[in-house]
């Protein structure tokens, strides 16, 4: 028997209340993209055994899903994942896939936000989790403050499919691990810090969401620029500015060729323009021209699928 899991990478929109304001922490939206994926492959084997790329680390990944599910048979090859530590959410990506594989060659059922409650994911931001499980934009509850429980689903859309994202991925790395724990313990309350997390929630639930049912292109660029300004300033303090320093040259540049809508993606550094499917390309090259070779510069659709898994006798 054998088993092919490939899942999306995701842009992460911001967070909605990451300064511990009434309510729930964090609250987050994002959206998954075809490109790049996070492809690995199970087959039947006697012992549990890892190899492919990021190896070390889908190892740990097997062995906590082993230990919570029970499951120690099956050979795992992880064949591609997205760049580590830029904002795509590689790790988690690679992390339920490696689980499904290995779930799914041995014939158990699990829901998603178990399995990755079980691999120690969602302590900040569900949006990777949903991406996996469903695709399209999601938006997720936030997290209880008294307990660590896992973010809920709030909302799944489909993205336009005439609408196409320019995925920008300067040179370096984003905050991740110990040090993104540390920043969001640096984390403190702005003066106006209630103010910002409610212009926040009513920018992504009063504009950007009905601009995206509406396939509103310009309005739903035009919220999401807003976002990443309202957030970026809840993080100003943790990263240098509204924007990473690296994430920020690529912005200014986008900002010159007037692109409907971009952000950073997480901590950055990658960077993503949302445009018209007949514009995407024409974008990329300007981009390309202008950064040079500093940067990777993607056209990619969004995915509104979510993971796929094939399995075979």
């Known amino acids: 028997m054998r088993v092919w899991v490939s899942a999306p990478s995701r842009l992460h929109f911001g967070m909605i209340n990451p300064l511990?304001?009434?309510?729930?922490?964090?609250?987050?939206?994002?959206?998954?993209?075809?490109?790049?994926?996070?492809?690995?492959?199970a087959e039947t084997a006697d012992e549990l055994s890892v190899e492919g790329v990021q190896r070390r680390l889908a190892q740990k990944f097997v062995e906590r899903v082993a230990k919570a599910f029970g499951v120690w048979r099956g050979r795992i090859r992880v064949h591609s994942t997205a760049p580590r530590h830029v904002g795509l959410g590689?790790?988690?990506q690679l992390a339920l896939s490696v689980a499904y594989?290995?779930?799914?060659?041995?014939?158990?059922?699990e829901r998603v936000p178990e399995v990755a409650k079980a691999l120690g994911l969602?302590?900040?931001?569900?949006?990777?989790?949903?991406?996996?499980?469903?695709?399209?934009?999601?938006?997720?509850?936030?997290?209880?403050?008294?307990?660590?429980?896992?973010?809920?689903?709030?909302?799944?859309?489909?993205?336009?499919?005439?609408?196409?994202?320019?995925?920008?991925?300067?040179?370096?790395?984003?905050?991740?691990?110990?040090?993104?724990?540390?920043?969001?313990?640096?984390?403190?309350?702005?003066?106006?810090?209630?103010?910002?997390?409610?212009?926040?929630?009513?920018?992504?639930?009063?504009r950007l969401v009905p601009a995206l049912l509406d396939e509103d292109l310009g309005s739903f660029g035009k919220a999401l620029i807003d976002l990443q300004e309202v957030v970026g300033e809840m993080f100003s303090g943790v990263q240098g500015g509204t924007y990473n320093p690296?994430?920020?040259?690529?912005?200014?540049?986008?900002?010159?060729?007037?692109?409907?809508?971009?952000g950073q993606s997480s901590w950055g550094p990658a960077v993503y323009a949302v445009t018209s499917?007949?514009?995407?390309?024409?974008?990329?090259?300007?981009?390309?021209?202008?950064?040079?070779?500093?940067?990777?510069i993607l056209v990619v659709k969004a995915d509104n699928q979510g993971a796929?898994?094939?399995?075979?006798?």
């Open 122 to 206: 969602g302590k900040q931001s569900g949006v990777g989790t949903y991406v996996f499980e469903r695709g399209g934009l999601v938006l997720d509850g936030g997290v209880k403050k008294e307990e660590g429980s896992f973010p809920p689903l709030i909302l799944r859309l489909d993205f336009p499919e005439w609408w196409s994202f320019v995925v920008a991925i300067p040179l370096g790395k984003g905050v991740s691990g110990r040090a993104e724990e540390e920043a969001f313990a640096k984390l403190r309350p702005a003066v106006e810090g209630d103010k910002l997390v409610g212009r926040a929630a009513q920018i992504a639930l009063c």
């Open 20 to 41: 511990g304001s009434e309510g729930r922490l964090y609250v987050s939206l994002g959206v998954g993209i075809e490109e790049p994926r996070t492809v690995v492959e």
């Open 277 to 296: 499917d007949d514009r995407a390309e024409h974008v990329a090259r300007r981009l390309k021209r202008r950064l040079e070779a500093r940067c990777r």
């Open 101 to 109: 594989a290995l779930l799914s060659l041995n014939r158990v059922e």
């Open 246 to 262: 690296l994430s920020a040259k690529v912005i200014e540049v986008l900002k010159e060729l007037r692109v409907e809508g971009y």
């Open 90 to 92: 590689s790790t988690t």
């Open 308 to 313: 796929r898994i094939t399995i075979t006798q």
